[in-house]
């Protein structure tokens, strides 16, 4: 929830494995949330809650025997998906039980403060049944030059 919600912009901690089962330890340093909205005839159809997160790599556990540089970009695709797998479901579930404590209706009446007038009344049922998606951007920063090695991993 602190991740979508926007109240945490930092200080949150992650881990993702890549495809050679290597884990990486994230501390999430900046994050951002913004909310756009579609309308459609002046009536909100769908939101896209856009979430960037910058992040620094804090620890690499690897049973690789050589080493070997960090790939950022499959590290930024798999931290896109990590943070979209804990984000989306939480959207879902608050939107699923009439609750908004993302923000998003406040967020509605700011952008659009005329048309919230004609929807107040009826904001329970829009919200109900507007398309929310999640799409996040997320930068590696600082991977302070981590080389993988091997590591003993404990079976």
Known sequence: LSIVSGN????IFLSVADHDQNKYELEIVDLNRKMEFQLKEGKPVSLTIHISAETNINEVISSDDHKKTVETEELTA????KIHEITAP???SLQNREVDVLGIQDAFYHQYPLIWNKWKENWKELYRNMEIKVKVDSKVNRTYNILRKATKIAS
């Not at 945490?8 to 200080?11: A, E, I, M, N, R």
């Open 78 to 81: 798999l931290l896109n998906q």
């Open 90 to 92: 939480v959207v879902s």
């Open 8 to 11: 945490q912009t930092d200080g």
